[in-house]
């Protein structure tokens, strides 16, 4: 099956920098992607869609001036959480649908962000 | 807006037996899809099933098959002869046939499954 990759896997940062999350469709173009928060032992909240060549979509409730989002090619979307804080602290993971049958969407492995 | 409800937070089962996970879900539209993903502790979302909601007969693949009732807006799961390898939040996800909706899934909160030996 298709791939998705995510770049880091475990990051931590100070309070008030900012990271930068990588999501990359390794074998497949994919011009949208989705970017997930999730709390421990919860379900997956969709942040926002990544689209590219266009701005991203944000969902209702999310800081899109916080949650930088950049989808700079058909392979590639970044997560950028500005100003980080600890209450931003998650499992951040990115998935990308496929055109095929069944509209089926690969996940990446997911991101742990920690701000300290 | 599409809802998605699963009623059973934990479950579990013994080694080699069967067991079912529940999962309703709300709309009114006509044509979608249906999926259970498993996240096991490595976190990896995992697809397990797909079931399109125009097509009656259930989805099976291999050991996990669905029970979809369309006009009760029911989509369980059913996990024969259960592995340990089987332990995982397994989520629900509704997602309207594109490109209405954009591709996007709605996923219901989880069941943890624990399978014992």
């Known amino acids: 099956g298709a791939v998705v990759s995510q770049h880091p896997s475990w990051v931590i940062c100070k309070s008030g920098t900012s990271v930068k999350i990588e999501c990359r469709s390794l074998?497949?173009?994919?011009?949208?992607m989705f970017w997930y928060r999730q709390f421990p032992k919860q379900s997956l909240m969709l942040m926002a869609t990544?689209?590219?060549?266009?701005?991203?979509?944000?969902e209702q409730g999310v800081e899109k001036d916080k949650f930088l989002i950049n989808h700079a090619s058909l392979t590639l979307s970044t997560l950028t959480v500005t100003s980080a804080h600890p209450e931003d602290s998650s499992f951040y993971i990115c998935?990308?649908?496929?055109?095929?049958?069944?509209?089926?969407?690969?996940f990446g492995p997911g991101t742990r962000l920690t701000v300290t | 807006a599409q809802t998605v409800t699963q009623s059973q937070p934990e479950m579990s089962v013994q080694e080699a037996e069967t067991v079912t996970l529940s999962c309703t879900y709300d709309?009114?539209?006509?044509?979608?899809?249906l999926f259970w993903y498993k996240q096991p502790p490595s976190r990896q979302m995992i697809l397990v099933i797909r079931?399109?909601?125009?097509?009656?007969q259930n989805a099976t693949e291999n050991r996990f098959s669905v029970n979809f009732q369309k006009a009760a807006k029911s989509f369980s799961l059913k996990i024969s002869d259960s592995q340990l390898g089987d332990t995982a939040m397994y989520f629900c996800?509704?997602?309207?046939?594109?490109?209405?909706?954009?591709?996007?899934?709605?996923f219901g909160t989880g069941t943890q499954l624990k399978v014992e030996l």
């Open positions: 998935s990308a649908p496929t055109s095929g049958s069944g509209y089926e969407q690969y």
């Open positions: 074998d497949f173009q994919a011009t949208t």
């Open positions: 990544s689209n590219e060549g266009s701005k991203a979509t944000y």
């Open positions: 709309t009114s539209e006509n044509n979608y899809y």
């Open positions: 079931q399109e909601a125009y097509k009656q």
């Open positions: 996800a509704f997602m309207k046939h594109p490109p209405g909706g954009g591709n996007k899934l709605t």
